[in-house]
């Protein structure tokens, strides 16, 4: 199976050992606490699933600054996007111990044990400077720059310790895996070759079709569908209604052990290219060999080029970087010509007209009326999940 990023073997920060992990948990009620932001409670999550070896914590702002301008740490670990724990908090002193608490969860329970090794106040020039590499924009409507500014200006840094999994373990205990878990799951299953699909959607016949001919492509034994399952912007559906669709989709539509159902816990960034490359970094950690990388990938409203997720590994991507591929499509549709979806690059001879091409907003209108979309573009199994859905809000 493929290593992971940056070592020999997976080093997840949550504690495992039961022993340790009831010790440190009631240690953590000693000492002062910390109340996160949703960014950084994801951000320990996923530093706890595994997701994001090798680090050990959080990046302090000479890493942040060096990953947003050169993508590598300041010790030359390839790393395409800051890993912060950002704060207006002025009660965190450096060479502390401290309890970092889950704003997710009622009660705010103790998430993971810091040691802060340092605290800095970054100026509004550095973390517009982060802003503007990570996001290739500083304008206030995007909803991570927007997200990101807000945060506050002072970094806290140092190793943590992850005690639990937030929300996510309990609110998708058939959905969520770490790192560690997809690891194992696929040596069980002997799969050697395992294409990752990244998603915050719903998935479509398009998406369907995508997966498939990625497998067939590539011969590999099988894909990972990897849903987050953190905090959306609005509008966008709920994780739990996105999961029950694409696991119908799979139930009737793929033939056993060819497909993995997961999700993961993070917020999403919307940072397009830069995000595209965390998902292939993140998705080696998992032991895939390979990430689709489609239209659009990780983008939002009009920031991004069509393709900007693609050439930002031609171009920014040194080789040798990662070991994951990325596998590269192009916008995916149903051809009225052809009765089937294909890659729009692979029929030059096809007009737009010969495409069932729906907007995003013209199928939330059909759905909200209770009109399922053309079966050419949705199957009526996760179109009628997705009308329920809308019926009741």
Known sequence: MIKPHGSAQLRPLYVYDNDARAALVAEAESLPSMLLNSAAAANAVMLGAGYFNPLTGYMTLGDALSVAEHLTTESGLFWPVPILNVTNDLSVEAGTRIALRDPNVDGNPVLAVMDVTAVEEASEAQLE??????FRTLDP??????TFLSLGKRIVSGP????????????FPDTFRTAVDIRAEIAERGWEKVVAFQTRNPMH????????????DLGADGILIHM?????????????VRDASIRKMVDVYFPPN??????YGFDMLYAGPREAVLHAVFRQNCGCSHLIVGRDHAGVGDYYGGFDAQTVFDEEVP???????????????YSRKLDRVVMMRDAPDHSKDDFVLLSGTAVREMLGKGIAPPPEFSRPEVAKILMDYYHSQ
């Open 205 to 216: 016949r398009a998406h369907e079709e995508l997966c498939r001919m990625a497998m067939e």
């Open 141 to 146: 409507e995007h909803p991570g720059v927007a």
């Open 319 to 333: 080789d040798g970087a990662l070991e994951i591929d990325i596998y590269r499509a192009d916008h995916t549709a």
């Open 160 to 171: 943590i310790q992850v005690l639990n999994f937030s929300y996510f373990a309990s609110e």
């Open 258 to 263: 060819t497909v993995m159902i997961t999700g």
């Open 129 to 134: 400077q982060i802003a503007s590499k990570v």
């Open 228 to 240: 987050l399952l953190g905090k959306l912007k609005p509008g966008d559906i709920p994780a739990e």
